[in-house]
């Protein structure tokens, strides 16, 4: 009985690694990707990865690789492109041919944009926090 425990327990350390070792791993999948832009279809929540199978298709920049079972795994620099393509899209408003002339023009800005956008967001979001801590100490 004591050897079934020892090995039972073993068995979940090994599972623990693994799905930690899945978590840092070099690739992600497309779901994960789409979890990591925060891609959800709006009618029923669920993920939206037809949205990365689309902007697959228009922008060349992105090319994942393609393992058995024809599963489509990003690495880092296909995520970051991706990231840029959503920001562009979603939160600049530009159309599919502006997103394109930007990440094909070879002096292109978008790495400060993007960055300076994201600052400000976190400036903001911090600035909130403040304030909403403030009142909640006046209230108090």
């Known amino acids: 009985m004591l050897f079934f425990l020892k090995r039972q327990k073993n068995l979940k350390n090994l599972l623990t690694k693994m799905s930690n070792s899945k978590k840092n ?10 979890k990591i ?3 959800f279809n709006k009618r029923n929540g669920s993920l939206s990865t037809h949205t990365l199978r689309f902007w697959e298709k228009e922008f060349k920049q992105i090319r994942p690789k393609i393992f058995s079972g024809n599963r489509r795994y990003y690495d880092e620099n296909s995520i970051i492109i991706l990231k840029k393509i959503k920001y562009l899209l979603k939160d600049k408003g530009m159309t599919l041919n502006g997103v394109k002339k930007v990440l094909n023009s070879e002096n292109s800005d ?5 960055n300076t956008s994201i600052n400000q967001k976190n400036i903001i979001k911090s600035k909130l926090k403040k304030i909403k801590k403030l009142i909640t100490d006046i209230k108090n």
């Open 25 to 34: 791993s070099i690739y992600k999948t497309i779901g994960e990707v789409a």
């Open 110 to 114: 978008i790495d400060e944009l993007y």
């Open 37 to 39: 832009l925060k891609l």
